[in-house]
């Protein structure tokens, strides 16, 4: 019996790669690993997408974030109501801790929602953070100046402002929700309020101890 010579198997092995059967598998494997590399780099890209996404969308109350691209601010949580426009590099603030489906809430330029997906984080200063929403309980003021002609509550926090209704001593208000003031030119404070009507009331002039509200007891 003729013993098979060492070379044989290489020369088999050979002539199977170069064999029609042999070519495509190689090629399948070939095109296997290949494939398996692009979903490797896509998953990879995938996530690292996700990543900045939830970074945009979770964040501290207060922080940061600029408009990405030409956009809207919505009343919801969905593009069926814009209610202001937003130019792109704009700085607004978040609302909320963590944004939900996409959206997260502004309380500045205005109070509104934002799809993340809009937003980058701010290069430049961060804009004033606002104080966190506090309890009803906590923003009532009570009215302490005792002029007969009370305090004028007014459309904005200037005393030439239209008047829009009046509050007495003893009368009791409701700071918005986050509280609000505005200093003037001529140093006076301005409380925004939402009840017993909405609108601007004179705190005097805190730098001199003149003021017309005080907390509730």
């Known amino acids: 019996m003729k013993r098979m010579s060492h070379w044989s198997k290489p020369i088999a092995l050979l002539a199977f790669v170069l064999s029609p059967v042999g070519s495509f598998e190689a090629a399948a494997n ?7 590399g692009n979903t490797s780099l896509e998953s990879a890209s995938t996530a690292s997408l996700k990543r900045e996404n939830l970074q945009l969308a979770q964040g501290f ?6 408009a990405a691209r030409s956009t809207f601010i919505y009343s919801e ?35 509104g929602f934002v799809n993340t997906e809009d937003l980058k984080l701010c290069s430049g200063e961060p804009v004033r953070p606002q104080p966190p929403p506090t309890s009803s309980a906590n923003r009532c003021r009570r009215v302490i100046y005792e002029g007969p002609e009370g305090l004028t509550v007014r459309e904005r926090p200037d005393k030439n402002s239209p008047r829009v209704g009046g509050v007495f001593f003893e009368d009791r208000v409701t700071l918005s929700n986050p509280p609000r003031f505005e200093v003037d030119s001529e140093g006076r404070e301005w409380a925004r309020i939402t009840s017993p009507i909405a609108g601007w009331v004179s705190n005097g002039f805190g730098s001199t101890g003149e003021i017309n509200l005080r907390a509730c007891s």
């Open 30 to 36: 070939i095109a296997t690993h290949t494939t398996s």
């Open 61 to 66: 109350l207060g922080e940061c974030r600029a």
């Open 77 to 111: 949580r969905s593009r069926a109501e814009p209610i202001r426009s937003l130019q792109a590099d704009e700085k607004v603030t978040l609302a909320e801790e963590n944004g939900r489906r996409g959206w997260i809430a502004i309380s500045s330029p205005i109070a």
